[in-house]
């Protein structure tokens, strides 16, 4: 099976930024409304910074993906030679 090489924390930052500059230049060519996606990311990514929950790591961890935070745990486990 083949591993993944982005972390589930990785891949949310990219997908948010991506998302965010989308919604930037879909409101400066398209409409103005399209601004209110860039402002629930970025409520979405403060709350999750305060909570520890973002709903869409959670999918991303549901399909398979690794997170960091399993990582560190599964190299503190592991013991040193």
Known sequence: ???????????????SSIAILLSVALAYWVDP?????????ALNLSQSAFTG?????????????????????SDAASPRG
């Open 53 to 73: 929950f973002c709903p869409f790591e959670y999918v991303l961890k549901k399909a398979g993906m690794r997170s960091d935070a399993a990582d560190l745990r």
């Open 1 to 15: 099976m083949h591993e993944c090489a982005m972390s589930v924390e990785r891949v949310v930052v990219i997908f």
């Open 33 to 41: 409304y399209w601004l209110f996606l860039a402002v629930i990311i």
